[in-house]
């Protein structure tokens, strides 16, 4: 990445104060486990997906955290573990869990926020900002 990329990327990231999510030693490939972040009124999910991907964090680079309210209007997604989407039960919108949350298919019109995560030194992971607008928020400001 070259540092006008890197200075557009911040720009576009919306930093919240650090929260830990869990630990890698908690993560199994492929099972979700149920977050919330930045606050408890925001749902997420955190996956290890088991290959490196866009966004990846960990050891493997393959660790990554979703908001799971739908950009669209704020449906519930579910979890596909065989082609690691987040399905819309309502409209029918699907997120690429291994492509930084691009929307493939469906009405919504943004890509799926993303945590942005750290890992210690202990394991423990950190979601320290996201990269979207989080569904029912006029900002992503505290």
Not at 21 to 44: F, K, Q, R
Not at 81 to 92: Q, S
Not at 100 to 112: D, E, F, M, R, Y
Request: aromatic share 8%; charged share 25%.
């Amino acid at each position: 990445m070259t540092s006008d990329e890197a200075k557009a990327q911040a720009l576009a990231r919306v930093d919240y104060p650090a929260n830990r999510l869990a630990n890698i030693a908690d993560l199994t490939v492929n099972e979700p486990i149920e977050v919330a972040y930045p606050d408890a009124d925001s749902p997420g999910v955190l996956l290890k997906l088991g290959e490196p991907v866009e966004g990846g964090v960990g050891p493997d680079r393959d660790i990554v955290a979703y908001s799971v309210l739908c950009p669209h209007k704020g449906w519930f997604l579910m979890y596909n573990t065989e082609d690691r989407t987040l399905n819309c039960p309502g409209h029918y919108s699907r997120f690429d869990c291994e492509a930084g949350g691009q929307q493939v298919w469906g009405h919504a019109t943004n890509n799926l926020p993303q945590f942005m995560l750290r890992v210690d030194d202990q394991g423990d992971i950190y979601a320290e900002g996201v990269d979207e607008l989080i569904y029912g928020r006029l900002s992503n400001v505290l």
